[in-house]
């Protein structure tokens, strides 16, 4: 709200099970890196797109799913 952006408008990258899970509480759509240290499985879940390799991160950001 403090930068007049809409929660559904923002992308969050993350790699933590409890970060994936913030933004989806927050209204967020969610890229799930699983390619570190965090098992998929942890990541997925609605409005989520779980990817291993940082090259695809452009694709996604885009909504190239």
Not at 2 to 19: F, K, N, W, Y
Not at 29 to 58: C, H, K, N, Q, S
């Amino acid at each position: 709200a403090l930068m007049g952006t809409h929660p559904t408008a923002c992308i969050v990258v993350e790699d933590s099970r409890a970060g994936v899970e913030g933004a989806r509480a927050a209204g967020m759509r969610v890229l799930g890196y699983a390619g570190g240290l965090t098992p998929a499985d942890w990541l997925e879940g609605p409005d989520t797109v779980v990817f291993t390799d940082m090259a695809d991160l452009p694709r996604l950001v885009r909504g190239d799913c």
